[in-house]
Nanobody, 119 residues
Framework: QVQLVESGGGLVQAGGSLRLSCAAS????????MAWFRQAPGKEREFVAA???????YYADSMKGRFTISRDNAKNTVYLQMNSLKPEDTAVYYC?????????????WGQGTQVTVSS
Protein backbone atom coordinates (compact mmCIF):
# COMPACT_ATOMS: atom_id res chain seq x y z
CA GLN A 1 0.00 0.00 0.00
CA VAL A 2 1.30 3.44 -0.96
CA GLN A 3 0.07 6.71 0.50
CA LEU A 4 0.69 9.94 -1.35
CA VAL A 5 0.56 13.46 0.04
CA GLU A 6 0.88 16.44 -2.29
CA SER A 7 1.97 19.92 -1.31
CA GLY A 8 3.08 23.13 -2.94
CA GLY A 9 -0.09 24.24 -4.65
CA GLY A 10 -1.38 27.78 -4.39
CA LEU A 11 -2.20 30.97 -6.20
CA VAL A 12 0.28 32.41 -8.68
CA GLN A 13 0.16 35.01 -11.41
CA ALA A 14 0.46 34.06 -15.05
CA GLY A 15 4.08 33.61 -16.01
CA GLY A 16 5.01 32.55 -12.51
CA SER A 17 6.29 29.26 -11.14
CA LEU A 18 5.32 26.67 -8.58
CA ARG A 19 6.91 23.45 -7.44
CA LEU A 20 4.65 20.64 -6.35
CA SER A 21 5.92 17.90 -4.10
CA CYS A 22 4.51 14.47 -3.44
CA ALA A 23 5.70 12.50 -0.45
CA ALA A 24 5.13 8.77 -0.63
CA SER A 25 4.95 6.33 2.21
CA UNK A 26 5.23 2.61 1.83
CA UNK A 27 7.87 0.17 0.73
CA UNK A 28 9.92 0.15 -2.44
CA UNK A 29 9.25 3.68 -3.63
CA UNK A 30 12.01 3.38 -6.21
CA UNK A 31 10.12 0.57 -7.95
CA UNK A 32 7.07 2.75 -8.59
CA UNK A 33 6.39 4.79 -11.67
CA MET A 34 5.15 8.20 -10.54
CA ALA A 35 2.92 10.57 -12.44
CA TRP A 36 0.98 13.79 -12.14
CA PHE A 37 -2.52 14.25 -13.46
CA ARG A 38 -4.73 17.30 -13.23
CA GLN A 39 -8.40 18.13 -13.40
CA ALA A 40 -9.83 21.55 -14.12
CA PRO A 41 -13.41 22.48 -13.25
CA GLY A 42 -15.81 21.01 -15.77
CA LYS A 43 -13.09 19.12 -17.59
CA GLU A 44 -11.88 15.56 -17.65
CA ARG A 45 -8.81 14.54 -15.76
CA GLU A 46 -5.69 14.71 -17.93
CA PHE A 47 -2.16 13.40 -17.84
CA VAL A 48 0.55 15.94 -17.05
CA ALA A 49 3.86 14.14 -16.63
CA ALA A 50 5.34 10.86 -15.48
CA UNK A 51 8.67 9.47 -14.44
CA UNK A 52 9.54 5.82 -14.56
CA UNK A 53 11.31 3.83 -11.91
CA UNK A 54 14.48 4.28 -13.95
CA UNK A 55 14.08 8.04 -14.01
CA UNK A 56 12.97 8.61 -17.60
CA UNK A 57 10.48 11.50 -17.78
CA TYR A 58 7.45 11.79 -20.04
CA TYR A 59 5.27 14.83 -20.63
CA ALA A 60 2.00 15.79 -22.18
CA ASP A 61 2.68 17.88 -25.26
CA SER A 62 1.25 21.05 -23.77
CA MET A 63 3.59 20.80 -20.77
CA LYS A 64 6.83 20.15 -22.61
CA GLY A 65 9.37 22.87 -22.02
CA ARG A 66 7.42 24.35 -19.13
CA PHE A 67 7.08 21.50 -16.62
CA THR A 68 9.79 19.26 -15.22
CA ILE A 69 9.17 16.09 -13.28
CA SER A 70 11.85 14.63 -11.04
CA ARG A 71 12.17 12.16 -8.20
CA ASP A 72 14.36 11.72 -5.16
CA ASN A 73 14.24 8.09 -4.16
CA ALA A 74 16.19 8.78 -0.97
CA LYS A 75 13.37 11.07 0.17
CA ASN A 76 10.50 9.05 -1.32
CA THR A 77 9.41 12.22 -3.08
CA VAL A 78 8.47 13.23 -6.59
CA TYR A 79 8.40 16.82 -7.76
CA LEU A 80 6.72 18.81 -10.49
CA GLN A 81 8.40 22.10 -11.32
CA MET A 82 5.98 24.28 -13.22
CA ASN A 83 7.24 27.39 -15.01
CA SER A 84 5.60 29.93 -17.31
CA LEU A 85 2.24 29.11 -15.82
CA LYS A 86 -0.90 30.01 -17.71
CA PRO A 87 -4.47 30.52 -16.49
CA GLU A 88 -5.40 27.30 -18.29
CA ASP A 89 -3.05 25.42 -15.96
CA THR A 90 -5.51 26.09 -13.16
CA ALA A 91 -6.61 22.70 -11.82
CA VAL A 92 -6.35 20.25 -8.99
CA TYR A 93 -3.10 18.37 -9.44
CA TYR A 94 -2.92 14.74 -8.36
CA CYS A 95 0.15 12.68 -7.64
CA UNK A 96 -0.09 9.01 -8.58
CA UNK A 97 1.93 5.85 -8.24
CA UNK A 98 1.87 2.59 -10.12
CA UNK A 99 4.10 -0.37 -9.50
CA UNK A 100 6.88 -0.83 -12.05
CA UNK A 101 5.23 0.71 -15.12
CA UNK A 102 3.65 4.01 -16.05
CA UNK A 103 -0.09 3.66 -16.38
CA UNK A 104 -2.97 5.84 -17.49
CA UNK A 105 -4.92 4.29 -14.61
CA UNK A 106 -2.45 4.20 -11.76
CA UNK A 107 -3.23 2.25 -8.64
CA UNK A 108 -2.57 4.94 -6.06
CA TRP A 109 -3.69 8.56 -5.95
CA GLY A 110 -3.07 11.45 -3.61
CA GLN A 111 -5.79 13.78 -2.41
CA GLY A 112 -4.79 16.53 -4.81
CA THR A 113 -3.47 20.05 -4.46
CA GLN A 114 -5.09 23.13 -5.97
CA VAL A 115 -3.13 25.28 -8.40
CA THR A 116 -4.71 28.57 -9.42
CA VAL A 117 -3.11 30.81 -12.03
CA SER A 118 -4.48 34.33 -12.26
CA SER A 119 -4.34 36.38 -15.44
Amino acid sequence: QVQLVESGGGLVQAGGSLRLSCAASGPSFSSYAMAWFRQAPGKEREFVAAIGSGGTPYYADSMKGRFTISRDNAKNTVYLQMNSLKPEDTAVYYCTANRLVISTTPNYWGQGTQVTVSS
